[in-house]
Antibody, heavy 118, light 112 residues
Framework: EVQLVESGGGLVQPGGSLRLSCAASGFTFNNYWMSWVRQAPGKGLEWVANIKKDGSEKYYVDSVKGRFTISRDNAKNSLYLQMNSLRGEDAAVYYC???????????WGQGTLVTVSS | QSALTQPASVSGSPGQSITISCTGTSSDVGGYKYVSWYQQHPGKAPKLMIYEVSNRPSGVPDRFSGSKSGNTASLTISGLQAEDEAHYYCSSYTPNTALDRVFGGGTKLTVL
């Protein structure tokens, strides 16, 4: 059974940092691109970043470029999102997602909530 | 403003059929086969319902179907059931922009 379990969310002040983690199990992790997708409270879904199977390519939505870094450790079956210089508009539930086709996610984690407030 | 346009809400009675539209451009919906649909119940993670315009993942009832014409994709749910009440989001691959994919703003389906 495919499982994606996020952790690391919480309350952070504007300008602060957080590191999200996603533990993957039930599939061969290094065979898949992985993404982070977020959802602000009461809003729709927004793709944030993705990373190639071997970590050699990374892509970001413009609003997080230079502030967020996606990474993975295939030996640990884990995906990460380092978030720096956080802003109020970054507040959302962040989902770890497995991409099985171009621009397509087939499995999602349960999400981890990031709150940015002073 | 979301990149793909969906109606904010649709409704139907049990047993009826409904269709949710998703309108984009030739740079996303109209240009690629990678259009997908997700169902999201309150407080839950999204669930893939349709991928590559019209394919259903294993376990998704055949009451759910997808199609595309030009720059508009559609999700049809036939034989509505109470458990279908949820938000539905469309998504399209869009490699020619700075994004990997774009989502619609979501449609709230109410089963009357």
């Amino acid at each position: 059974e495919v499982q994606l379990v996020e952790s690391g969310g919480g309350l952070v002040q504007p300008g602060g940092s957080l590191r999200l983690s996603c533990a993957a199990s039930g599939f061969t992790f290094n065979n898949y691109w992985m993404s982070w997708v977020r959802q602000a409270p009461g809003k729709g879904l927004e793709w944030v970043a993705n990373i190639k199977k071997d970590g050699s390519e990374k892509y970001y939505v413009d609003s997080v470029k230079g502030r967020f870094t996606i990474s993975r450790d295939n030996a640990k079956n884990s995906l990460y999102l380092q978030m720096n210089s956080l802003r109020g508009e970054d507040a959302a539930v962040y989902y770890c997602a497995r991409d099985f086709a171009a621009g397509t996610t087939d499995y999602w984690g349960q999400g981890t909530l990031v709150t940015v407030s002073s | 403003q979301s990149a793909l346009t969906q109606p904010a809400s649709v409704s139907g009675s049990p047993g009826q059929s409904i269709t949710i539209s998703c309108t984009g451009t030739s740079s996303d919906v109209g240009g690629y086969k990678y259009v997908s649909w997700y169902q999201q119940h309150p407080g839950k993670a999204p669930k893939l319902m349709i991928y590559e315009v019209s394919n259903r993942p294993s376990g998704v009832p055949d009451r759910f179907s997808g199609s595309k014409s030009g720059n508009t994709a559609s999700l049809t749910i036939s034989g509505l059931q109470a458990e279908d009440e949820a938000h539905y989001y469309c998504s399209s691959y869009t490699p020619n922009t700075a994004l990997d994919r774009v989502f619609g703003g979501g449609t709230k389906l109410t089963v009357l």
